[in-house]
């Protein structure tokens, strides 16, 4: 019985590290606003000496600026992380806008380091996730003004204008530099390209149509 207690604890115990581990280390100190000019390589970026901390260091503005979407995605998204707001570094969050074009996308893509919640501030958009193989099931959902939708962090997700006009979204990142896979930028756009014979098979196309598809990158 006290075996068993013991075992059931060191199970908790275990799962608790991991659970902590996996995510940004929480903060020894009230601050650590980024240093660009430091050459310290840390995880995350060096701190600026606290005394020479201004208010600044803890804004950004121009967030009501919409974004420029005339690309073909159709969209564009303007971030806030600890590159843009210094006093994000440590902190494990960041933010974004997202404008798109009628009829534009947010192509499908992942955060390797952030889940993302995001909310509708204007217009209507369809957005989704895709779970891990081997089910790959994709969880789709029309949103409108107001509404709020998370994509959980890893996982490959999209958003599509399906308005007839402009839409905007804000987005909340668990991470202070989320990063971005582009699917269709990483995979037919590396440097240097993958083999032409890996994609055709992976897609199960003929090489010429890879080939196709990587000459747009
Ligand atoms: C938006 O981007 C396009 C393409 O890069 C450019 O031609 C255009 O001048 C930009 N518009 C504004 C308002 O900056
Ligand atoms: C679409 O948007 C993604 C993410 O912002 C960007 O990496 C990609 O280059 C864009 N694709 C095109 C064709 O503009």
């Known amino acids: 019985m006290a075996n068993n207690f013991l075992l059931l604890n060191i199970i908790i115990a275990i ?5 902590v581990f996996a995510f940004e280390p929480s903060p020894l100190q009230d601050f650590c606003v980024a240093d660009p000019t430091s050459s310290a390589r840390v995880n995350g970026l060096a701190c600026k000496n606290p005394t020479s901390v201004v ?23 303007t971030p806030v992380s600890a590159a843009q707001l210094p006093g994000l570094n440590t902190l494990g969050i960041s933010m974004v806008r997202i404008d798109y074009a009628p009829m534009g996308i947010n192509p499908p893509h992942t955060h390797p380091r952030a889940t993302e919640i995001l909310t509708v501030i204007d217009g209507s958009l369809q957005v989704g996730f895709v779970t891990s193989n081997p089910d790959n099931r994709l969880i789709t ?20 204008n399906v308005g007839t006009k402009n839409a905007v979204a804000i987005a909340a990142l668990s ?18 390209g993958i083999s ?12 010429s149509v890879v080939q196709h598809i990587q000459a747009k990158f």
């Open 196 to 207: 032409s014979d890996v994609l055709a098979k992976a897609f199960q196309v003929d090489k």
């Open 141 to 160: 959902k029309t949103l409108q003004k107001g509404d709020v939708f998370v994509f959980p962090v890893g996982l490959v997700h999209f958003q599509r």
């Open 55 to 77: 208010p600044n260091d803890f804004a950004f503005s121009g967030l009501h600026i919409p974004g420029n979407t005339s690309n073909p995605n159709g969209s564009r998204v």
């Open 175 to 192: 991470s202070q530099n989320p990063g971005v896979i582009t699917v269709a930028n990483a995979v037919f756009g590396s440097k240097p």
């Open 15 to 19: 799962s608790f590290c991991c659970i």
